[in-house]
């Protein structure tokens, strides 16, 4: 069992030193040791490739422990947050955030916290699912014709059609087509390949326009 320090900042070096010394600091009082650190600098808006988040997962094994400074420092939203939590705690890997032991997945409270985590991931997809079907409904009584993307006529390609809106706003949110995908196949009966979301986005004007303006902007 090891433990893993993880260290995201935007651009100031000085901010990055600050939390490793944070996370050393927690680390000495409670008599553990840290065997590596995972440093990054780059924007919350990045995806979790680039902030090294998918590495991450990689190297933690269950019953290792994860220390980060604070909740913020994993996530660039709350739902990603949550996701990201509730995965790797069913996984079996505990979760210290420094500055918020309370919402660490130690001690005592770890059962309980981790119902919550899971509870408020699944009530946060759900919200959405509830809020895009409300919304197809209301479009559909408004007469508004909800046509799928041209070459994607597959079944795959008119269920993706109805989570259109959907994927469009996480697509401007940032959020990255895996977790887009992820997001979306929680709602589904059956999920859909990362392939398909590819070939869905790909064969959309404006989706694929989004994709490239983000691509610019990297």
Do not use: C
């Amino acid at each position: 069992m090891k433990m893993i320090g993880y260290i995201r900042v935007s651009t100031d070096k000085q901010d990055l030193n600050k939390q490793k010394h944070l996370l050393l600091e927690y680390a000495q009082k409670n008599k553990s040791l840290i065997d590596e650190f995972i440093e990054v600098e780059i924007s919350s808006t990045k995806n979790k490739k680039e902030r090294k988040i998918d590495e991450l997962r990689g190297r933690l094994k269950k019953g290792d422990t994860l220390l980060v400074a604070e909740l913020s420092r994993l996530g660039r939203n709350m739902l990603e947050t949550l996701n990201i939590i509730d995965t790797l705690t069913k996984e079996g890997i505990k979760i210290i955030f420094v500055r918020q032991p309370e919402l660490s997945t130690v001690g005592h409270h770890t059962k309980l916290l981790f119902a919550i985590y899971s509870y408020f991931a699944e009530a946060e997809r759900e919200y959405i699912s509830i809020r895009t079907k409300q919304g197809l409904a209301v479009a559909r009584l408004s007469g508004k014709k909800l046509g799928r993307p041209k070459g994607s006529k597959n079944k795959k390609g008119r269920v993706l059609d109805l989570y259109r809106d959907q994927i469009k706003n996480y697509l401007e949110l940032q959020l990255t087509i895996s977790s887009i995908a992820k997001v979306i196949n929680n709602q589904l009966d059956k999920p859909i390949s990362y392939n398909s979301y590819k070939y869905f986005l790909n064969h959309d004007q404006e989706l694929s326009g989004i994709l490239e303006r983000r691509r610019v902007a990297d």
